[in-house]
């Protein structure tokens, strides 16, 4: 592929991922309208004073048109400015910059494990389909999706902190204090996340592998003489590794939703206590602020993989 | 496969079809049973359980399994098999309120897409692609926050971050079916829209969707369980697996075994949910069974 080719591949998919941003930050936005009643009384809190309640209808601008105060949210988020919390009216871009490190690390830690762990077990199924090891890997698959991860989480705990006192139970260090400390208190979190992970992978291989192992190319294959190994490894996987880059962007949107639970079970001072604690309290810049983040996130991954993959396969280019 | 396009050729009643079924699929019927059963107990929980969900027995806090309580007693000395049982009650009411929102949203907005195409496909199919770069629990929580906290709410939540999935997968066989012969010939005798849409399109997009729905059900189970840990759903002293699992949790250094009859139920319920959408999958298969 020509280098002109491939700058018109990356930009062909920025401009289609602006829609995408668009309206999935108006969603962000368009969340204070499923408020019921008046948003300024319900966001003011409880007894709060008229003078409280003109204060926060001028600071959201809720007298303009929504599109206004649409644009004039988008346009302060855009430039690293997401209001301060109700609640302890700190700037919501801080707390967000001092919860995420914690969150990414225990995610991208899980990312890994799923990785380390499914592929191997959906690469030894799908050679062995059928066999005693095909139907072990697909129990464990079947069990990894059904399992509740926070619960896995507090098997864990029981099991690893509190019975063996292996490792701590809650509470989270960050790498630039201390890289063992860190990795200590986010190994566990991580493999209660992973489970799904591990699962997600190990299936999504299989069955494309299965699939390319069954195609006519790898028949006319087989009729040469080539060894089923080096049918596997030279033109199996090669198939595949595309398929991979889905996986992955699929599996980080489910990653940062589900270790918003896991968070809470190890008492972890990251994105999911910060979102939990506001909805609940009904602290909207921070619960806006903090989808606001993820969504750009999930965003920028999937528009990566999407860069890689039409790169990667030059039939889809 | 064979034995299925045998099945569907000598067109048996539909009754004995089922029972075969129930014979060749060994996972999907220990599922069915496992989901009927569970579907039975939850309904009749008032006249099943032993004791009342609520009910304090302050001499049996935290005790052990015994004949009194076959399943122990929590921290406040509420029976927790009648607990699980109640709690069964509200975790399946909540995804199946979650799955029917997410249905009565996803599949007329899946068939308008798919079905009007051009701009109309185009405009919902970026907003269903926006819908699914969120993180889903995440945006459930979000709007669970903004509609105020509570089970039912929490479940339309989730519902509507469910939608987007079935629109997606309705839409995606609207595109394939719209051009069928028959749909063709409805339109040809003046049939009008709504009518080839409810009578030739949607029976047609019918089976994935059944199978998609059993798969949502075990996701709505989980998010209910994850949503209620985090006190975002039901709000005590009602129990549903995930609060269950939310008391078991504070008392963890102390009684830890609280942990393990709700989590267990969660777990298998959603194995049941998955066994059986998997099993659908295959039964339902139009590809096996036309040809």
Redesign the interface.
Known sequence: MSLSSKSAVIGRRLVQAVPVLVLSTFIVFALLKLVPGDVAVTLAGDNASDARIAEIRHLYGLDQPFLVQYGAWLWKALHGDLSHSLLSSEAVVASIARCLPHTLLVVVLAMALALLIGIPLGIAAASRQDSWLDGLVMTIASLGVAVPNFWLGMLLVALFALDLNWLPATGAVSLSQSVGGALSHAILPACALAAGGIAEVARQLRSSLVEILHSQQVRTLHAKGLSPSAILWRHGLKNVSVNLLTVISLLFNRLLAATVVVEAVFAIPGMGGLIVNAAIHRDFPVVQGVVFVMVLIVVAINLVTDILYNLLDPRIA | MAEVAIMADRRPGRLSGFARWFRSDPRGAVSLTFLVALVAVSTLAPWVAPQSPTAQDFNAMMAPMSAEHWLGADDLGRDVLSRLIHGGMASLYASFLAVAVAVVIGVPVGLLAGYLGGWVDAVIS??I???L???????A?????????GLTNGMISVGIVFAPQLARLVRARTLVVRHELYVDSARCFGASTSRILWRHVLPNTIQPVIVQVTLLL?GAL?AE??LS????GIQPPNASWGAM?AR??QN??IA?EQ?YPP?LA??LT??AF??LGESLRVALDPTMKRR
């Open positions: 970026r907003i692609d926006s819908f770069s969120f993180p889903a629990i995440v945006l929580i979000a709007v669970t926050g903004a509609l105020g906290i075990a989980l369980a994850s840990f985090l006190g975002l699992l078991a949790y963890m250094e830890p942990m989590g969660i777990l959603a194995l998955n066994g």
